[in-house]
């Protein structure tokens, strides 16, 4: 929402976007929506197709995660080391990190960055996810 104020600036009364969601694209959205329900908890909301292509949306306690196929005419590009864009998305773990980590790890869950210290109110992991994607799990001290 905008406001003129004496000047005839307009100025911002409040916050004009808020996050809604992360999409991803895989190569099998059923089998990594699957993983992300076994592994993190996360419940499939909807099921549809989507211009052809699958598509699965799942919920976080309120974070969308929106996980689709390939789309006819898309081809898929090979990602070998670092570019540039998304380089992770990460889950706030309430609790102890260092259990659910353990947690995951017996549900066969590969980490690519133990449980650290960052800081010292920060303990951070990473993790692999279905295509390629990397989450980091954290846990801030002092949050609930």
């Not at 540039?84 to 690519?112: I, M």
């Amino acid at each position: 929402m905008h406001r003129q104020n004496a000047e005839g600036e307009n100025k911002m009364t409040e916050r004009a976007i808020f996050f809604d969601h992360i999409h991803l694209v895989s190569s099998d959205p059923h089998a990594a929506a699957r993983w992300y329900v076994e592994k993190l908890g996360g419940s499939i909301t909807v099921t549809v197709e989507v211009r052809g292509a699958p598509q699965v949306v799942l919920d976080f306690e309120g974070a969308t995660l929106i996980i689709r196929g390939q789309r006819s005419g898309e081809a898929v590009l090979s990602r070998q080391g670092l570019q540039w864009g998304v380089d992770h998305f990460g889950f706030n773990v309430r609790g102890d990190l260092d259990g659910y980590c353990a947690e995951l790890k017996r549900k066969g869950v590969v980490f690519t960055v133990e449980p650290m210290d960052f800081g010292p109110n920060l303990r951070i992991a990473f993790l692999q996810a279905p295509d390629g994607v990397i989450i980091e799990l954290l846990r801030r001290k002092g949050s609930r």
